[in-house]
């Protein structure tokens, strides 16, 4: 059983491709409905295994996308964090990803493991990110990771007209540390 197979009949059922994803997946939670998702998490699994053995990065790209997809459930995203054993290198291919739904994971993530550059990465994704909730959900782990640099990066959104962002930068910047 192989990522790439799994992914493959995942976007055949989908009617998508990792490219029209992003586009076309509306509000999500439908990938919850995959019916062979087990079949995923458990390619998931393999690769993590591999990319241990020796990291390769078109299987991490995979990995990518089903992070993506899985971002409902959160079953990869606790797998990669707790059985990869050199995050770095797949935490950066996510951060900087085609797939907002990895990048926010990505952000999640780099709330609780430390590996090196992750303040840096966080600040990547709340000043270049377009989707904003993406930069809302590294504005709560750079929270964590640095609570006057969120401050800073936070002000600026106290006004925003996105509410979700409105509110999470007014809890940032009126937390005491």
Not at 26 to 41: I, Q, T, V
Not at 106 to 113: G, P
Request: no cysteine; proline share 4%.
């Amino acid at each position: 059983m192989s990522l790439e197979n799994e992914l493959a009949r995942f976007w055949e059922w989908a009617k998508m491709t990792p490219d029209t994803y992003n586009e076309q997946r509306g509000l999500g939670e439908w990938e919850a409905d995959y019916p062979e998702r087990d079949a995923l998490y458990k390619a998931a699994e393999e690769a993590l295994e591999q990319l241990n053995k020796e990291f390769n990065h078109d299987l991490a790209q995979l990995l990518v996308y089903a992070l993506a997809i899985d971002n409902e459930a959160g079953i990869v995203l606790k797998a990669v964090e707790e059985k990869l054993a050199e995050p770095l290198r797949f935490i950066r291919k996510g951060v900087f990803s085609n797939q907002p739904q990895a990048r926010w994971q990505m952000a999640e993530l780099l709330s609780h493991v430390e590996v090196e550059g992750r303040e840096k990465m966080l600040l990547h994704l709340i000043k270049s990110e377009p989707d904003k909730y993406v930069i809302r959900r590294a504005l709560m782990s750079l929270d964590k990771v640095n609570h006057a640099k969120a401050v800073e990066l936070a002000q600026p959104y106290v006004r925003d007209t996105d509410p979700f962002m409105k509110l999470v930068a007014k809890e940032i910047t009126k937390k005491k540390v």
